[in-house]
């Protein structure tokens, strides 16, 4: 992987001039009201290694505190818990708000994942080699989060999730089931093995598509490209479509044509399951530092914004035992405490190589989302629909 190391970030470590020992008084004073200890003391939650954190946290928030991370100028053994102590207190708002702001303008002016800008976070984060992701993910490949419900290990627990997805949306042997956004295959072939479907993978990443191809061969159809582009012969091909982590990268200003679109796929009263992370704030919402460094263009939508879409082409299952929606928030924490725990091993065993800073940038990646789900600040769930009927 492309990495750079802490001395390309043109960040010099300067003694403290009375600037930075004033941004120094002032975020230990905001963070000891969060109940978090700052110190050059390993024992601190927040342990200082370069006194320019200060000045970063505190004039660029999130921001600050993820590239800081990364360029080694702080440590911590439970960032998780530093996060969910910021976003419990309320102070996340009094750092530096207007990157938030800048951030919910762009969001609302441009239209982030049109035809082009989609491809941003294809080529930045889904297109590394297939090789990084073996190093932390389950057989299945499931980048998204497991259920962990009477297992603590993250194997069974992302096989628990497969299944529920597949009783949820009906399966039955001989059906056609479309998996838009369906990562490298994972699946798509626990539905194949299990069910007995015929499954159709919508990627728009190269290195996914061509990933199936070579583990799968025909057993796994693909389609490689925008959901935009399905061609006419897809509809009212399928009896069940699955969205996993997939309604991130739509943008709430393409959720009509996005469920217009799989709904036209479905034949019948075929059904239709969402699973995606969402913001209990009333708006569209993405950390700054996430769509800098991780998910480019991302945006995590509001409960109700996708139930609304959604009910505009679909209706709740009648008689279903399962709920129309359902919460899986708790079990993102242990998924990505998994993952961490994962990638650190494989990189100490030298089964994935990659820079210091390369690999603060994914543990701070995980252990920020970790936090923000404890906190409530971030949630997770699934979506349970059927197509309604033609007027």
Not at 122 to 132: A, K, W
Not at 309 to 335: C, N, R, V, W
Not at 364 to 371: E, P, S, T, W
Request: aromatic share 10%; proline share 5%.
């Amino acid at each position: 992987m492309g990495m750079r190391t802490p001395s390309e970030t043109g960040r010099i470590s300067r003694p403290q001039g009375l600037f930075d020992r004033g941004a120094e008084i002032a975020l230990k004073y905001l963070l000891a009201n969060a109940g978090i200890n700052i110190s050059g003391e390993e024992s601190a939650d927040v342990v200082v290694r370069d006194p320019a954190f200060y000045r970063h946290v505190l004039m660029e928030g999130t921001m600050g505190l993820g590239n800081s991370y990364m360029d080694g100028e702080w440590d911590s053994s439970a960032i998780d818990e530093v996060i969910f102590r910021i976003l419990k207190s309320g102070i996340y708002q009094k750092l530096a708000p207007v990157y938030g702001v800048s951030n919910d303008i762009r969001r609302r002016v441009l239209n982030l994942q049109d035809r082009t800008r989609s491809k941003e976070v294809i080529e930045q984060h889904y297109d590394l080699p297939v090789g990084f992701y073996e190093a932390f993910l389950d057989p299945y490949f499931q980048y998204t989060c497991a259920r962990f419900e009477g297992t603590d290990d993250l194997n069974r627990a992302q096989e628990l999730k497969m299944d529920n997805i597949c009783q949820k949306l009906g399966l039955r042997p001989g059906d056609h089931v479309m998996d838009v956004g369906g990562g490298w295959g994972g699946l798509a072939q626990f539905m194949q093995e299990n069910y007995g479907v015929h499954p159709t993978v919508v990627t728009l990443s190269g290195e996914q598509a061509q990933h199936i191809r070579q583990r799968h061969g025909g057993k796994i159809d693909v389609f490689e490209g925008d959901y935009r582009e399905l061609p006419s012969s897809f509809n009212g091909r399928f009896d069940a479509v699955s969205a996993v982590g997939v309604l991130e990268h739509i943008g709430v200003k393409n959720y009509p044509e996005f469920m217009r679109i799989l709904s036209e796929s479905l034949n019948g009263d075929g059904r239709i399951l969402m699973h995606t992370l969402f913001t209990p704030d009333s708006s569209p919402a993405q950390n700054p530092w996430v769509d800098r460094h991780i998910f480019p263009n991302g945006e995590l939508p509001p409960a109700e914004v996708v139930a609304r879409e959604m009910q505009k082409h679909f209706k709740p299952i009648e008689g279903s035992d399962f709920q129309t929606f359902e919460e899986l928030t708790a079990s993102y924490p242990p998924t990505l405490h998994a993952w961490k725990n994962n990638l650190t091993a494989s990189r100490e065993s030298g089964r994935v190589q990659m820079s210091e800073r390369e690999f603060r940038k994914w543990i701070f990646y995980f252990m920020l989302y970790a936090g923000a789900m404890r906190a409530k600040h971030v949630r997770v769930g699934q979506f349970l629909y059927e197509k309604k009927s033609p007027p």
